[in-house]
């Protein structure tokens, strides 16, 4: 079962950038799709993107479209999040996620707040 641990949040201004990390051991990171996910406070978790396996594919959500990339290092077992031009309605605790073949396994998530 693979195990992941996201990292780089923190607070920052409107129109500032953040990278977020997610590091996966255990499983096998270079087969799975994985995607990041946010969640802001009495909302449901809603899907930012997600890339392919070998990452030649990603997808974004309209919201983040053109503002955010998805990127991953097979050989490092990591996936990226790259965040630019942040709007205070991307404050949310953002999780990636794994999805293999029993289904989705999460991070403990790493809170992102921006500030007006």
């Known amino acids: 079962q693979v195990q992941l641990v996201e990292s780089g949040g923190g607070l920052v201004q409107a129109g500032g950038s953040l990278r977020l990390s997610c590091d996966a051991s255990?499983?096998?990171?270079?087969?799975?799709?994985m995607a990041w996910f946010r969640q802001a406070p009495g909302k449901e978790r809603a899907l930012v993107g997600r890339?392919?396996?070998?990452?030649?594919?990603?997808y974004y959500a309209d919201s983040v479209k053109g503002r955010f990339t998805i990127a991953r290092d097979n050989a490092k077992n990591t996936m990226y999040l790259q965040m630019n031009s942040l709007k205070p309605e991307d404050t949310a605790v953002y999780y990636c996620?794994?999805?293999?073949?029993?289904?989705?396994?999460w991070g403990q998530g790493t809170q992102v707040t921006v500030s007006s």
């Open positions: 890339i392919s396996p070998t990452g030649d594919s990603t």
């Open positions: 996620a794994a999805m293999t073949s029993r289904g989705y396994s």
């Open positions: 255990g499983g096998t990171f270079s087969g799975y799709f």
